[in-house]
């Protein structure tokens, strides 16, 4: 028997290590985020702020603070 293997596209991003680092906060608060729902959120903060990609706090409590911000004005 004959297997095709598919070949999954790598996702890319020019800030990935912020990406990866928003996923990594998420699941340290105990929630699934995948990497394309990482990108929304913190481009939606940054477009609200005024701004192209915004650099991301140093701490995470606090980037966990702006993500958790940002999802309750999206819920809305």
């Excluded at 990935?16 to 729902?37: C, M, P, W």
């Excluded at 990108?39 to 650099?55: A, E, L, R």
């Amino acid at each position: 028997m004959i297997k095709k293997i598919f070949k999954k596209e790598k996702f890319k991003h020019c800030h990935l290590s912020d990406v990866k680092r928003i996923q990594t906060v998420f699941h340290d608060n105990g929630f699934y985020a995948d990497l394309e729902d990482c990108v929304d959120v913190w481009q939606t903060y940054s477009d609200i702020m005024g701004g192209g990609w915004m650099s991301l706090p140093q701490d995470d409590h606090e980037l966990w603070y702006i993500i958790q911000r940002e999802l309750n004005y999206s819920v809305k």
